[in-house]
C-alpha cells in the first residue's frame, strides 16, 4: 500500500501560478510512474502528467503542455506539478496517483487538492 498526500492547492488568478506537492510513503518501492490527473465539476476526471520513477521520462496532457511540469524529488519521495499561466479552464481538483509495478493502471491515489483559477 502507498498513500499519496497532495498539498499546495488555492485560489490564483488567471496568468499566475501554483505548485502541488504529493508527498508518497509506505511501500514506495512499488512505484513504476507517478502522475497528476484532475476532475473539473460535472466532468470525468482526466489526465494531466506522468512521471516514469526511474528514468523519469514525462508525459503531458496537450492541454497543459508548455504551461505545466511535473517533476520529482526523490529522496523525499514527493512528486511535484509547477503550473504557470493558469486559466480558469484549470479550475479542479487535482489528483496525484502512482502506479505500481505490475498493474496496467494507477492504483494509489491520493485524496486531492482544489484549485481554482479566477479571471
Known amino acids: 500500500q502507498v498513500q499519496l498526500v497532495e498539498s499546495g492547492g488555492g485560489l490564483v488568478q488567471a496568468g499566475g501560478s501554483l505548485r502541488l506537492s504529493c508527498a508518497a510513503s509506505g511501500r514506495t518501492f512499488s512505484i513504476v510512474d507517478m502522475g497528476w490527473f484532475r476532475q473539473a465539476p460535472g466532468k470525468e476526471r482526466e489526465f494531466v502528467a506522468a512521471l516514469g520513477w526511474s528514468g523519469g521520462r514525462t508525459f503531458y496532457a496537450d492541454s497543459v503542455k508548455g504551461r505545466f511540469t511535473i517533476a520529482r524529488d526523490n529522496a523525499k519521495n514527493t512528486v511535484f506539478l509547477q503550473m504557470h499561466r493558469l486559466n480558469p479552464e484549470d479550475t479542479a481538483v487535482y489528483y496525484c496517483?502512482?502506479?505500481?509495478?505490475?498493474?496496467?493502471?494507477?492504483?494509489?491515489w491520493g485524496q486531492g487538492t482544489q484549485v481554482t483559477v479566477s479571471s
Open positions: 496517483a502512482g502506479r505500481s509495478s505490475g498493474s496496467s493502471r494507477y492504483d494509489n
